[in-house]
């Protein structure tokens, strides 16, 4: 399937509802439609875990009969998602990629899949996830390319709503996990504020985000947004921040255009994309700063050169004890990834964590101090299109590089995969990076600059 950014036809929700309200469609034909994507495509993609379609049957029924009644529960009542097989559900096992937890099914509700319930989303089934969701690859394919990664460690859920079998699906992030894979399949995604959305039992990782893959901005901010409405932040955090409409689309008048430490290994064809994108952003009126325009910009793109190998420092330290459980208790079923971050955290000392966090924190200062100096920050989100899966099966990355998508987990900021580039006819994400807390503002400015491209192409 040859990718195109301003003329590819992908599968949404919103502009849906109007048929539900008005009887010429209903959230039960709607998944029935979805339902049929997946029995012609799911033979190849391989992005589905475990579905339950009788009971998404029965919620689409009940939506159904809200919208006739007139008493819908929210904008996204009705709208089929995936969940990544990290989150527990209390209907499907969650078995989070790895064969030591085959079976596992603690049959409760995850804060998030609590809050799309009760906002009258119909969970569907969750979703292929790397084992631990971390770099050892499951079965999952690329929905424009078969032969190609979907990236990871949110593959299933990237993979599922670009093959446009729902419209939305839920991901998470450590290092580039959404932002990633969202780029290989042509997804809007929201990699939020660290702690803006609840991860619930997911609480033991420093850089843990949970995000959002949609196929467009508004199914994206409004999913995210109803959530938060339920469900709140981490303990402690204020949550996402805006209302539920998605915000409308905002002009930014500066940005800076970071390299990250990705840009070395950019291949030729994306840089040239990313470049050409800020041309057109120019010509538009739109200044861009960069790193030898501004010593601010400069420091932070420091302070970043490393975020891949110290957002990996940080996990192994704090994931050394649950990874050396598994050792003990299950021998035989972590993969060579997985196995290699154990090493490396019991090599740490705690002086040495201690280390990591005073760097993140000093990255984090840098970012700040360019709040005066920009609206948002752009760069990519991969170094390519989605690499042939069998050139990296035994890479350090063996779901592609993460060099470009890691600095937002690093840096705890917002961060929006527009599919906005296309390299080779597969998709390529820009990246639009915001201060913490400003979610709602930099969906208005990656809304603005998608409209922007897409006339100019």
Not at 145 to 154: A, C, E, Q, V
Not at 273 to 293: N, P
Not at 331 to 355: C, F
């Amino acid at each position: 399937m040859t990718y195109v950014p301003s003329t590819h036809r992908a599968l949404t929700f919103h502009d849906h509802r109007a048929g539900f309200t008005g009887g010429d469609d209903s959230p039960r034909d709607y998944l029935e439609r979805c339902l049929q994507v997946i029995a012609d495509k799911e033979g190849l993609l391989k992005g589905w875990v475990v579905m339950n379609p009788e009971g998404a049957r029965a919620a689409a029924d009940a939506s159904t009969q809200r919208y006739r009644q007139g008493r819908t529960l929210s904008a996204i009542d009705g709208m089929p998602v995936g969940i990544k097989d990290l989150i527990e559900t209390r209907d499907m096992p969650t078995q989070m990629g790895c064969a030591a937890f085959e079976g596992n099914f603690p049959k409760n509700d995850s804060a998030v899949v609590r809050a799309l319930r009760d906002a009258g989303a119909i969970i569907l089934g969750k979703t292929v996830t790397t084992a631990l969701g971390f770099l050892d690859p499951g079965p999952t394919t690329n929905a424009f390319d078969p032969l190609r990664t979907p990236g990871g460690s949110s593959s299933g859920s990237a993979a599922v709503v670009g093959a446009n079998m729902v419209p939305l699906a839920i991901g998470s992030q450590l290092v580039g996990s959404i932002l990633r894979p969202a780029s290989f399949n042509a997804n809007w995604a929201l990699k939020p504020t660290f702690g803006a959305l609840n991860r619930g039992e997911r609480l033991g990782l420093s850089q843990a985000h949970l995000g959002i893959h949609a196929n467009c901005v508004e199914d994206m901010w409004t999913a995210a947004a109803e959530i938060a409405l339920r469900a709140g932040g981490d303990p402690g955090h204020p949550g996402l921040q805006g209302s539920c409409q998605p915000p409308a689309a905002i002009r930014p008048r500066r940005l800076v255009a970071l390299e990250t430490e990705g840009w070395a290994r950019a291949e030729p064809g994306a840089r040239d994309a990313f470049e050409a994108c800020l041309k057109t952003l120019s010509e538009q009126g739109v200044s861009i700063l960069r790193r030898s325009d501004s010593a601010l910009v400069e420091a932070l793109e420091q302070s970043i050169s490393q975020a891949a190998a110290l957002s990996l420092r940080l996990i192994s330290w704090e994931q050394r004890w649950s990874l050396a459980n598994l050792v003990e208790n299950h021998p035989d079923t972590l993969g060579p990834s997985l196995l290699r971050q154990l090493e490396s955290g019991r090599n740490m000392t705690l002086a040495e964590y201690r280390e990591c966090l005073l760097l993140r924190e000093h990255a984090r200062q840098r970012l700040a101090a360019l709040a005066t100096q920009c609206d948002a920050l752009v760069s990519l989100n991969a170094c390519g299109p989605a690499p042939l899966a069998a050139d990296i099966r035994d890479s350090k990355y063996p779901t592609g590089d993460v060099s470009f998508a890691c600095a937002s987990s690093l840096l705890g900021a917002p961060a929006i995969n527009v599919p906005a580039m296309a390299v080779d006819g597969l998709p390529l994400g820009l990246q639009v990076l915001g201060m913490a807390q400003a979610d709602a503002a930099i969906t208005g400015i990656a809304t603005w600059l998608s409209q922007a491209l897409h006339r100019s192409a």
